[in-house]
Structure formats: structure tokens, C-alpha cells
């Protein structure tokens, strides 16, 4: 009662200064999906300001209940809090990443310190952490469901490993060094958009684009007549621009400049430069983890995944990173041999790799990945993902019109079960703009979770990617790669759709980092299949079904090139371990740090680090710091789980998908390695990752 009455008071005069703000009021639309179409710059501030403060009342009230602290009016009800925090959130953080400006920038530098304090104010406030602390200790004699123990445990480690039991003085230095650390996370970020928005490269004579794809050079010269260049090609350091030069272009200067502009960007010292953003956060990280008790910020990170300890994930890295590096260097000697009759006496040099690849892969396979991206229409591919989904769990997906959303580009489905009941709502936004970080990501803009009138409130989902804008009057055609992350995106959708729980704080994707990417990764497995390739490869001017002569091709070629692919990715995954490995950033060189790392692994010259420094997103703002090693860790599940519907004969198998949705719809409610026993029966085996990227027969 008395919590009602403050909130109460509290939403009352605030709406009265609010009442126009959309972001402040229950949406009139469809599904009560957030009216974006209404939001403008000057309603975010007064929104996150309500929003804070009302989530603020909330904790007092908890904390001031005179009656005795139970699961209910203490864990439940901080569980239930700062829902209107949510719909603000989901909203602006999305719209930043997906379409951003330099206002949008400003309002976050504003709202970073805002949201940290609040953190603050929840995990560091004493009187709410003795009433966790008091259910905690009497949990045993608990009258409380499975998923109930979870949410308490999961509650009070989360304030535990926020600083809870730590004396107040360190409790103000906790709090100073994760405000900081956001304000540099979101300059990091801008720094990268601002490096790559910047970064163009005009071609004036097209004889300098021999063997480049006709589609690729239109999309260029789309680019440089937009940019007050017409008649000229503009390449940029977006993955959709370069990489078509880096696979045909013969032009091997252009090659080299193009991967260049990539691989430093924020590394010029100028004013986006993000070298001195890294150090800072390192010393940021190392004195947070030390307040902690642990000399490096990896093992204070890890302790919640599945792996532990970094000595674990140090011995899994390596496992596979030999066969890996192994594998690339019989690549790279056969990549050297076919340099070798272009260029009698040169080396082969990272620019080289994917030209000469792409050549082997002809010759080899006969596989030209022009003759096969007609048949990978953008929107032909996602009702092929979509297909998979309606196979295996029965879901339905119907396109709905005239739905508010923040960019016209951006496409809405409403996702129901076999009886029609809603699961969900799904956002897809896929091509580049210039206010839209680089990558492919799932976000959550509305939670999955049941309200304390027992009503099922189902999550609203977005895939954001960066694919090829349709050019020349032709629709988007993928790449291979562009096919899998769409299927890879997908899969965390799925995630995220399909939740069961009870909590917001289980629900969906609120899992160990380390388990987050199998439903995402196993999907990846559907995507070259040749009977859901026949449901979707449709080439794009004919209609003709892809031929089984080049679904032949692909799945031949399916285990080509993989000592590349993977050692990319492990060189970034152990340099994110030798960062979050450090006691000290005093001295830290981040250019020779990056050098003597790559030495230390035996990395060859020939392959550059998938993500470089300046530029790692995903460890220096996205959240994945000593993390990224989780792709792999997960590729050993998803490897194995995918090996289960195998091993039936049937790549739809419903006792299989069955048991696999059940695992999806728990969420975080359970521990992952007990999820993963219960679906599988056992333990993952790696070695049915190793198969499939040919390192073992």
C-alpha cells in the first residue's frame, strides 16, 4: 500500500509535465510496440529523467516496507521495478546504434553518468541490500520455485559482484569508475563510426576495377554520385563496400588501401584516435576488478560464465587454436603458390588472401560466389530463416503495415505459435546508413516476462545488419557470409521470442556470454542445407530454384578456407584474453601490446586479426570483454547440438526441436550446463566442431 501511494504521487506530477511525451505514456499501437514514429530528440531527456526517478521511488519503497523482507515484497518486487526505465531504454539505445546522429551522441553522454548513478543507487544501497541479504540467508527454508531460487541467487550474486559488501569508501570509487568507464565506451564507439563515416576512397579510372562484379561497381558509383561524385566509384571502410575488391578486384593497391582504411581505423592520432580510450579503460577495469579481490579483470568477468576462470578459457583457445593455425598455413602456401604466378618473388599479404582465395575456391570447386548471390535475394533469405523456424517450432510470421518505426527501412512481423497465440513481435532493419554502427546485432526492445496479474507480456525483438543496399534497380543480394548472419541474427531473435519466464532478469537472452551465442550459431548450421536451400534460394530475375549442381558446390566447398575463418577469430579472442589478462595498464603501448600478443600466439603475417584494437567494438563497448572467446566456446555446443537432429536423420526432428524450443524458452531461469545435459543427455563434443571445419576426419 504504501509503495502504491509514493509512485502514485510521484507519476502523477510528473505526467502532468510529461502528458505529451510518448515515451512517458502506455502506446496506443498495435501490440503496444513503442510509438517511434512519434519520439522526437527533446522528449529522451524527460523521459530517462521520470524514468530514473520513478525506478528511484521503487527501490525506497522497497527498502522502506516496515514488514519483514520476503521473496515477495523484496526480490520479486525489485525484479518488477523500473519497468518504464525499460521502454525508454529499449527505445533510445536502439535508435542510437540503428540511426544515430550527433544529437542522439549528446543526450547519451548525458544519460551514461544518469544510468550509472542509478546503478549505483540500486546495487550500492545498503538498505536494500540487507533485505536481499535476509531472504538470501533463509532461502533453505523457502517456500520457492526453481525459477524463483534462481532469480534470488542470480539477485543477490548481482549485487554481491556489484560491490554490495564492500566498505563505503571503495563503494564511491566503484561507482566513479563505472560512470567513467560508460562515458568511454560511448567515445569509443563514436570514435569507430566517425572513422568509418569519414574514410572514403574515390576511383576515377574504372580500369582500376578490373574483375570487380558489375553489381559492385554500381553500388559504388550509387555511393559517389550521392556524395557529390557522380561518374566516380567510392569505396568506404564498410564491410558491404571493401570486401567485394578484397575477393575480385585485381587491382592489388587498391586492394591494400581499402583493407588499410579497415584495419586502423581510430589508430591515426587524431581526435579519433582510441588508443588512449583503451588504456584507460584497462586501468579503469584492472582497479575495478582489484576492488574485488582478483588481480585481473578476466577473472572477475568470468566467474558467472560457464568457463570460470580464464586458465580455462586460455586451455579451450588453444585446443582448437593449433588445429586452426595449422590449417591456415596449408592455406596460406596454397594461396602463395597461385600469388606466385602473378607475382614471381612477392609474398602473400593480408590483401592477397580472400583475391587469391576466392580464385582457389573457383578452380577447386568451380564455386563463384557472383553466380551464387542472385540467388540470395534478401528478403527470399529471411522467409528461408523464418522457414526453419515454422519446421521446427511451429511459429508463424505475418508482415504487418503501417507500423510506427524510427526509419522507413525498417520492416515489422508479428510471430505467433502453431494455435496462433502471439510469441512475439520481430523489427528487421538490415541495410547501412551513416548513422548506424557497423555489424549485425539482436537487441531487445521490450522484455518477455509475466506481470503479478498472471499476464504473459511478450518481448518485442529487432535485427539490425548492415547488408547490401539494393543498387542499380536490383534487389539486395547477400553474400555467403551476409546469408549466415542473417541466420546467425536470426537465431538470437529466437532467443529472445520464445521466452517462458516468469522475470524479466531470466527472460530471453539474459544468459552466460559464454551460452548466449549457441541458439544464434545453430541456426547458422540450417542455412546451407539442401532441402531449406530449395525453400528459399529463388534467383532473383528467373525465379528458378537454385540448381543442385551449385548447392553441390557449396557444400563442397562448406570446410574451404576454415583455418582462416577460425584463426581470424581466435587471434581476436585471445588478444581480448591477454587485455583482461593484465594486473597493470601502467606503460601500456597499445599498438606493441597488440604485436607482442599476436608473436606470443604464433599469428602468421599473412592474416590479420579479425578485430583490431582501435576498433573492437564488442570488448571495449558492446559488453563482450573477455568474451569473445564465446563464439567459439558456443560453436562447440551448436556443433554439437546440430549433430543431435543428425543423428535422428531428420533436420526437423519435433522430439528434437521439442526438447531444443524448451531449452530456448528457459532463458537464464536455469544453469546453462544443466540446460544443455537435460536437452542433449551429455556433455558437448568438440569434435564435431573440428569435423565440420575439416581439421579432423
Known amino acids: 500500500m504504501k509503495k502504491t501511494i509514493i509512485l502514485g504521487a510521484i507519476a502523477m506530477s510528473l505526467l502532468a509535465c510529461n502528458s505529451s511525451n510518448p515515451l512517458l505514456e502506455q502506446p496506443a499501437t498495435p501490440f503496444g510496440v513503442p510509438a517511434f514514429d512519434q519520439v522526437k530528440l527533446e522528449h529522451y531527456m524527460p523521459a ?29 518486487a525489485l525484479d518488477r521495478s523500473g519497468m518504464l526505465l525499460e521502454r525508454v ?49 533463509q532461502r533453505e527454508s523457502l517456500d520457492i520455485t526453481p525459477e524463483q531460487m534462481r532469480l534470488l541467487t542470480e539477485t543477490y550474486k548481482g549485487f554481491a559482484d556489484n560491490g554490495a559488501n564492500l566498505p563505503a569508501e571503495q563503494k564511491e570509487r566503484l561507482k566513479a569508475i563505472n560512470e567513467e568507464l560508460g562515458l568511454l565506451s560511448l567515445q569509443f564507439g563514436r570514435n569507430v563510426v566517425a572513422e568509418t563515416n569519414s574514410c572514403q576512397r574515390f576511383v576515377t579510372n574504372e580500369d582500376e576495377l578490373k574483375g570487380l562484379p558489375e553489381s559492385a561497381k554500381a553500388a559504388a558509383a550509387e555511393e559517389a554520385t550521392a556524395a557529390g561524385h557522380p561518374g566516380e566509384w567510392l569505396f568506404t571502410p564498410k564491410r558491404t563496400s571493401f570486401t567485394p575488391v578484397l575477393q575480385y578486384c585485381e587491382n592489388r593497391e587498391l586492394r591494400k588501401q581499402l583493407l588499410m582504411d579497415y584495419t586502423t581505423r581510430a589508430n591515426h592520432g587524431n581526435d579519433n584516435d582510441n588508443k588512449a580510450v583503451i588504456i584507460r579503460e584497462m586501468e579503469l577495469r584492472i582497479e575495478r576488478a582489484k576492488l574485488f579481490g582478483y588481480d585481473n579483470p578476466a577473472d572477475y568477468i568470468l566467474k558467472d560464465c560457464m568457463a570460470k576462470d580464464h586458465q580455462t578459457v586460455d586451455a ?21 603458390e597461385l600469388l606466385s604466378q602473378d607475382y614471381p618473388g612477392e609474398k602473400l599479404q593480408p590483401w592477397d588472401w580472400w583475391f587469391y582465395a576466392e580464385k582457389l575456391r573457383k578452380a577447386k570447386y568451380a564455386l563463384d560466389e557472383e553466380e ?8 527470399n533469405v529471411r522467409r528461408g530463416a523464418f522457414g526453419v523456424a515454422t519446421k521446427l517450432y511451429g511459429l508463424q510470421f505475418e508482415p504487418l503495415q503501417d507500423m510506427p518505426v524510427y526509419n522507413p527501412e525498417v520492416e515489422v512481423f508479428k510471430v505467433t505459435d502453431a494455435a496462433g497465440e502471439l510469441i512475439g513481435i520481430l523489427y528487421t532493419d538490415y541495410f547501412p546508413r551513416a548513422g548506424k554502427r557497423p555489424g549485425a546485432w ?15 507480456h511478450r518481448p518485442v525483438i529487432i535485427n539490425v545488419g548492415n547488408f547490401n543496399k539494393p543498387a542499380a534497380g536490383n534487389p539486395s543480394l547477400l553474400s555467403m557470409d551476409d546469408v549466415e548472419t542473417l541466420f546467425h541474427e536470426f537465431g538470437h531473435a529466437l532467443h529472445g521470442l520464445l521466452s517462458k519466464a516468469h522475470y524479466k532478469s531470466l527472460s530471453g537472452t539474459n544468459t552466460p556470454r559464454d551460452f548466449v551465442e549457441l541458439p544464434s550459431q545453430f541456426m547458422e548450421n540450417y542455412a546451407y542445407e539442401p532441402e531449406v536451400l530449395k525453400t528459399y534460394a529463388f534467383h532473383y530475375q528467373t525465379g528458378e530454384v537454385i540448381p543442385d549442381e551449385l548447392i553441390a558446390k557449396i557444400n563442397a566447398a562448406g570446410k574451404f578456407n576454415q583455418g582462416f575463418v577460425t584463426t581470424e577469430l581466435l587471434s581476436a579472442s585471445i588478444l581480448d584474453m591477454d587485455f583482461h589478462e593484465l594486473t597493470s595498464a601502467e606503460g601500456l603501448d597499445v599498438d606493441a601490446f597488440e604485436a607482442e600478443s599476436l608473436r606470443k600466439m604464433g599469428m602468421i603475417d599473412e592474416i590479420i586479426v579479425r578485430y583490431r584494437p582501435t576498433f573492437y567494438n564488442h570488448i571495449f563497448t558492446t559488453g563482450y570483454e573477455a568474451g569473445y572467446y564465446s563464439y567459439t566456446w558456443s560453436a562447440v555446443l551448436d556443433a554439437d547440438a546440430f549433430a543431435a537432429f543428425k543423428e535422428t536423420g531428420n533436420l526437423f526432428d519435433a522430439e528434437t526441436a521439442v526438447r531444443f524450443r524448451h531449452l530456448l524458452e528457459q532463458g537464464g531461469t536455469r544453469d546453462a550446463q544443466e540446460l544443455y545435459l537435460e536437452f542433449r543427455g551429455k556433455a558437448a563434443d568438440p569434435q564435431h566442431l573440428l569435423r565440420r571445419k575439416g581439421f579432423i576426419e
Open 372 to 379: 551464387i548471390k542472385p540467388y540470395f535475394e534478401l528478403g
Open 89 to 137: 531504454a529499449g527505445v533510445f539505445f536502439n535508435v542510437l546504434e540503428a540511426d544515430g546522429n550527433d544529437e542522439m551522441d549528446a543526450i547519451a553522454e548525458k544519460v551514461s553518468p544518469m544510468m550509472s548513478e542509478l546503478s549505483a543507487y540500486i546495487t550500492l544501497n545498503e538498505g536494500l541490500f540487507a533485505r536481499i541479504k535476509a531472504v538470501y540467508d
Open 442 to 456: 539482436m537487441n531487445q526492445i521490450l522484455p518477455q516476462y509475466i506481470d503479478a496479474e498472471g499476464v504473459d
Open 316 to 336: 579451450f583457445l588453444q585446443s582448437v587454436w593449433a588445429p586452426s593455425l595449422a590449417a591456415a598455413k596449408r592455406e596460406a602456401a596454397a594461396l602463395q
Open 48 to 76: 530517462f529523467e521520470q524514468a530514473i526517478a520513478e525506478n528511484k521511488a521503487e527501490v525506497d519503497a522497497i527498502v522502506a516496507n516496515e514488514e519483514a523482507p520476503t521473496f515477495a515484497n523484496t526480490i520479486e
